[in-house]
């Protein structure tokens, strides 16, 4: 008897922009395996019959995007302490024994893409500055913090969303006000951009970076244009300016190889299917 074609998919609402189908067919196609990745638009009030039905359909698991990702905590038999920390999943595996499993990879995806961006990295280089304060924002503190980052500065137009991260986070987070954003920046090792400032479509990023450090690592979470102004503004300060789409691929990689049984290579190939969109 042939074994069962292992299924992934995505689900939330919407989920056609998503550039999640189009990278996890190159790598099935790449590696020859049986298998398939399907976008799903799931409605909330449908989530948890869905959830239920997709073990038995097949699913091996399903990555998670917007709205259900803080949801989708209640529902899961068993969450990681990051997904736990971050207070959302974007990762569900279906484990045999019937459980499901709640992950988030983002924190992941985000300092293997700076440590392929900026192979010389340190997160004991000195603070961290972060722009912004919200889901991304709490994936890449939760990371910059696992990885030894002593202080990490948050600057967010919501002052209050900001002192919600402290109160989780503990006294390694330094709150300054958004109009003090452009001097948080001064003596950082490490600065990203974690609002959609300068994403297309979206308000142009207007924080000045006179205070920049030549030689700090620079990353922009928004990928939409891959070269934003935050990036090219610091590269020419003579910054390691690292892109967002970097962190779209890695955060992706983990799910794939527990669904699939193999871990796909982030490079050029993969850069190159996700770009020729």
């Given at each position: ?13 919407p989920v056609d922009h998503s550039k ?88 992941i995806g985000f300092i293997e893409n ?161 770009l020729a969109e």
């Amino acid at each position: 008897m042939s074994e069962k074609i292992p299924l992934a998919g995505l689900i939330g609402s919407p989920v056609d922009h998503s550039k999640s189908p189009l990278l996890h067919r190159h790598w099935l196609e790449r590696y020859g395996i049986r298998g398939y990745y399907i976008p799903m638009d799931v409605a909330q009030a449908d989530l948890k019959e869905v959830l239920a039905a997709l073990p038995r359909m097949g699913f091996v698991g399903v990555n998670v995007t917007i709205p259900h990702k803080e949801t989708i905590l209640g529902l899961a038999d068993l969450v990681s302490d990051r997904a736990a920390l971050i207070g959302a999943a974007n990762t569900l595996i279906f484990r045999a024994d019937g459980k499901v499993h709640a992950d988030n990879t983002d924190g992941i995806g985000f300092i293997e893409n700076l440590r392929q961006g900026a192979p010389g990295w340190d997160p004991a280089a000195g603070p961290a500055a972060i722009l912004g304060a919200g889901g991304a924002a709490r994936a890449v503190i939760a990371a910059l913090s696992e990885q030894g980052v002593r202080e990490i500065r948050v600057s967010n137009r919501t002052r209050s969303r900001a002192e919600a991260l402290r109160a989780e986070f503990g006294p390694k987070i330094v709150i300054h006000d958004w109009v003090q954003a452009a001097g948080m920046i001064e003596g950082a090792a490490t600065v990203v951009n974690t609002t959609s400032l300068g994403m297309v479509g979206k308000s142009e990023f207007r924080v000045p970076l006179d205070a920049l450090s030549p030689g700090a690592v620079v990353s922009d979470l928004v990928y939409t244009p891959l070269e934003t102004t935050f990036l090219a503004e610091a590269r020419a300060r003579g910054c390691i300016a690292v892109d967002g789409l970097g962190m779209l691929l890695h955060q992706a990689a983990p799910g794939f190889e527990r669904w699939f049984g193999r871990r796909p290579e982030v490079d050029a190939a993969a850069r190159a299917v996700l770009l020729a969109e």
